[in-house]
């Protein structure tokens, strides 16, 4: 909505002040916009006649949030968040502002509080921001800057390199998905002069959303194994910093190490955090790192020959816009929970090594519906837990059966169901483009 027919539906409240849901609509409006003072103003009008209400009150906070008022947002948020039934976002903006104010184990506590009572509230951006608020005290920052040291220097992160073992055979199913690392970013660094003779700009990357322990990272890894490079994984906290400026050096060291050490296969987890557009008061400097990526990605100031971009997400809803255009993620690529040859196949994979008698996976495959990669590997690891305790009694390795891995189901429900409720409803109601076929098709809606 245009600032205009904002005005215009303000004009219509002013003349049907007693339009109470017509003003809230306004109130919702204003905040959305960031237009925080009048927002003020006009909560404050219509909590006269409603004093209690907690969604008028948490836009009040919200309000004060906005226009850095901390302490009185504190004040309020204490108010709302003593009574019993109060909401998660109350907790979530309680942990925003204690954030703002310094006190980072409030910070922890309330956010931990939000994301008991609503899980689809997870924020990865305001979590990594809590912990680094809780390893990095204010007085090391205050000394640091007094100094006049560069955070640079001082603040220099370790870069985790790994050369991985494992390959495209430790990772069952996903067939699509290794085809198309194949020929999108294997193939292309074996073959750069098949690509240039085509005039072809090689480069982009592709990036996984599903579930959580559904391999994303695991297929990460394997890709490296499979081409015999590196392997740098990137978290959050390896990039954000405190520092203003520091974590887009952070991410420009992360790429430049990646091609000093080419072939390499860079993994971003967690990447929509990078774009949190919704964690409005750092808004900007979400934008500043945003675009950093995108720079280095793009790899016009520096050539990324031999380096592999991959990324994961678990809420690929709240990935900025910018990251899909071609070039960068071109390949947005769902990864569903393993379907009945790929369990088999997991199940096969994670078993090789280990004591069995000839196990039937076919019924074992047929009970494990939505179950995760992750998920198997926890019911395998219960079923050994209870085997060891027989084993001892008997003084020697009893081989795992059928019946043990059985009853080992009964003890685990499948973790995919809460990340397939949240994505049904954004695949349903905002599914732009089509971006969330694969989970309707995933789901049979489509
Ligand atoms: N398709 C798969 N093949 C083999 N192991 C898998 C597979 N999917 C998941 N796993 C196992 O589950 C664990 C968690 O998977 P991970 O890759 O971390 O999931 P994600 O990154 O999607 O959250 C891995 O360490 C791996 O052992
Ligand atoms: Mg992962």
Redesign the pocket.
């Known amino acids: 909505m245009s600032a205009d027919e904002l005005n215009e539906l303000w004009e219509a409240v002013k003349k049907t002040p007693e339009n109470i849901p017509l003003r809230k609509y306004l109130i919702k409006l204003l905040l959305k916009q960031e237009r925080f003072e009048e927002a003020e103003r006009e909560i404050k009008e219509i909590l006269k006649l409603a004093p209690e209400s907690e969604a008028l009150q948490l836009a009040l906070a919200s309000a004060f949030y906005g226009q850095q008022k901390y302490p009185v947002a504190l004040v309020l948020l204490e108010e709302i968040t003593s009574k019993s039934d109060c909401s998660a976002e109350a907790w979530l903006l309680m942990a925003k502002v204690y954030l703002q104010l310094g006190a980072g184990d409030s910070a922890k506590d309330a956010y931990e509080k939000a994301i008991i009572i609503k899980p689809a509230l997870e924020d990865s951006f305001l979590s990594a921001e809590i912990n680094l608020k809780n390893k990095a005290p204010e007085g090391e920052k205050i000394k640091l800057s007094s100094f006049g040291i560069e955070g640079d220097e001082a603040d220099e992160k370790a870069i985790d390199i790994e050369k991985p073992k494992i390959d495209f055979n430790?990772?069952?199913?996903?067939e699509a998905l290794k085809a198309e690392i194949r020929k999108k970013i294997i193939f292309p660094l074996e073959h750069p002069e098949i690509y240039k003779s085509y005039g072809k700009k090689i480069g982009g990357g592709i990036l996984m959303y599903?579930p959580?322990?559904?391999?994303?990272?695991?297929?990460a890894r394997a890709t490296a194994g499979e081409i015999n490079a590196n392997f740098i994984p990137v978290g959050l906290s390896d990039i954000l910093d405190v520092y203003l400026g520091q974590s887009e050096r952070n991410l420009h060291d992360i790429f430049e190490k990646a091609r000093s050490l080419k072939p390499c296969v860079l993994f971003f987890d967690e990447v929509d955090a990078l774009g949190a557009s919704r964690t409005d008061m750092r808004q900007s400097a979400a934008r500043h790192v945003i675009n950093q990526f995108l720079e280095e990605l793009d790899g016009v100031r520096h050539s990324n020959d031999g380096v592999l971009v991959l990324a994961?997400t678990n809420a690929p809803w709240h990935l900025d816009s910018a990251f899909r255009r071609p070039g960068r993620f071109d390949r947005i690529i769902f990864?569903p929970p393993?379907d009945v040859a790929?369990r088999a196949a997991?199940f096969e994979?994670k078993m090789k090594d280990k004591p069995t008698e000839s196990i039937d996976y076919s019924r074992l495959v047929k009970k494990t519906d939505d179950f995760?990669?992750?998920d198997l590997?926890a019911i395998i690891d219960i079923a050994i837990e209870s085997k060891l305790e027989a084993s001892m009694e008997a003084g020697k390795a009893l081989p795992l059966n059928t019946q043990d891995l059985e009853a080992a189901l009964k003890r685990h429900k499948a973790t995919t169901k809460e990340w397939l409720g949240t994505a049904k409803n954004y695949a349903l109601f905002s599914n732009e483009s089509g971006l969330y076929d694969d989970i309707l098709k995933y789901l049979k809606l489509k």
């Open positions: 430790a990772v069952g199913g996903m599903g959580p322990g559904c391999g994303k990272t695991h297929l994961a990864v393993p790929a997991i994979i995760s990669g992750a590997e």
